[in-house]
């Protein structure tokens, strides 16, 4: 991908700033949190397909191994995908299906080896592995290639307490703001690079639109349903819901598994109109997609403000779908695009917070300031970055709505008080760039900041 649009402040290259945040410690720490026993399978599954870990991976024993084709996800018995393809060594090219587990040993202890229906496995994914070796064999007696996935997994969802100041404090307080802001924008361009990479990936394994699908429901999704918006949309893909035409929102809300709900079935103030129009397209496609159907378990509720309940998201994204051929004629223009989602509408969520809540008297926006700044942070720039459309300028001079816990964390380490904290906070791109500082720096130390590089960096913008 061509990157020379990408222009860096002069006083800090990105290979600077790269070099600085070179990890000395692996992001994936396992005693302390342990991700997989937060995460189900079906969760590492969608992370995968997704192609968040990318296309080229080491296997076990050193050979190189590139994703040509990801297959389809198997919802019958068997290995979880099928009609995959991979090219080993760049020479080799194996053909076949790929099963993954949490545990190497799983593929022995869960009886894969015995059975023929995982005899086309050509691929033995897995996250953790223990000081025996175990080899992937099929019932045929034939060696499965391993990829252990645990050096692959970007683990961003820390959630520690909140820090006290960093030895960045004293080096910081001697720079000019100026500068402090050009070191953020270097991140946060950064951080956008490497968000277009990975929509780049997720395009070549499933095509541009059904990149960019999966990337609006995970937006709409932030931040605690995004595995269940990310899994729904990988099994309603898009092209599956624009055949469908006006029965996709009722696929949507069926596969989602909130047509199935026995509580809201059973809610007096269920409306009725909207209730039978989603009916009237799913009791049809039931017997052919309830294989697919969500765990009620996925979803989060909690927690959540009334306008981001999963239902009213739900229905925005089944809004995109049915207007998806505006979505792709849209102007590279931020504001454009923004006006554009800002102007979404549909006739019952513009009244309604979830499936079972009476009506509003005034309508509401379906999609608010904040979450559309975060689409165009996380769905829209990336895309046009990936494209070599990049429109940063614009981007500049989207003012933030909100923080987050992360956000303060990172100000606590950097500046000790909030008060200077402010200043770099104003804008949608600072916040980025504190996050990527905070994921670069903060997540990688390991050793209460002794040896974390980023203090000495700043230490050398201030005296220079």
């Avoid at 953790?128 to 990829?147: C, D, L, P």
């Amino acid at each position: 991908m061509d990157k020379s649009h990408l222009k860096f402040p002069c006083f800090s290259s990105e290979s600077i700033y790269q070099q600085a945040c070179t990890r000395v410690t692996p992001l994936l720490r396992e005693p302390a949190g342990n991700l997989a026993e937060k995460w189900a399978e079906l969760e590492w599954q969608a992370m995968w397909y997704s192609g968040a870990f990318g296309t080229t991976f080491r296997t076990v024993s050193g050979a190189l191994v590139e994703i040509i084709q990801f297959g389809f996800w198997n919802r019958e018995p068997g290995p979880d995908f099928v009609h995959a393809s991979l090219r080993v060594d760049g020479e080799r090219v194996l053909e076949g299906d790929i099963e993954m587990d949490m545990h190497v040993a799983d593929w022995d202890r869960h009886g894969h080896s015995q059975n023929p229906a995982f005899d086309r496995v050509v691929l033995h994914l897995f996250l953790h592995k223990s000081g025996a070796s175990h080899f992937t064999r099929t019932a045929q007696n034939r060696e499965v290639v391993q990829i252990h996935l645990q050096s692959e997994i970007d683990l961003l969802h820390l959630h520690p307490p909140i820090a006290h100041p960093g030895r960045c404090c004293a080096p910081l307080h001697r720079v000019a703001g100026r500068t402090i802001d050009s070191l953020i924008e270097t991140a946060a361009r950064i951080r956008m690079q490497r968000k277009a990479d990975q929509l780049h990936r997720a395009a070549i394994a499933h095509g541009m639109d059904e990149a960019l699908f999966q990337a609006f429901a995970v937006a709409l999704g932030y931040k605690l349903n995004k595995i269940p918006f990310l899994v729904l949309a990988q099994r309603a893909k898009l092209q599956l819901l624009r055949d469908q035409g006006p029965a996709a929102e009722s696929l949507l809300f069926g596969v989602a598994g909130f047509l199935e709900d026995r509580k809201i079935n059973r809610t007096a103030s269920v409306d009725q109109d909207y209730w039978r129009h989603l009916w009237e397209y799913w009791w049809q496609l039931r017997s052919q997609f309830a294989h697919l159907i969500l765990r009620q378990n996925l979803w989060r509720f909690g927690m959540t403000r009334p306008s981001n309940h999963p239902h009213r998201r739900l229905g925005a994204l089944a809004e995109l779908v049915r207007r998806w051929k505006e979505v792709r004629l849209l102007s590279p223009r931020l504001e454009d695009v923004a006006e554009w989602i800002g102007g979404l509408s549909h006739p019952f969520w513009d009244h309604h917070f979830t499936l079972t809540s009476r009506p509003t008297v005034q309508p509401f926006h379906l999609l608010g300031q904040t979450r559309i700044n975060e689409i165009l942070a996380n769905v829209i720039l990336p895309m046009l970055v990936a494209t070599n459309q990049s429109d940063w300028e614009s981007y500049k001079k989207i003012r933030a709505e909100l923080s987050n816990r992360h956000l303060t964390i990172v100000c606590q380490r950097l500046f000790g008080e909030t008060g200077r904290a402010r200043e770099h906070l104003r804008f949608l791109y600072q916040q980025q760039g504190l996050l990527q500082i905070f994921e670069d720096f903060c997540l990688a130390d390991s050793t209460n900041c002794a040896g974390c590089r980023f203090p000495e960096m700043i230490a050398k913008m201030a005296d220079g």
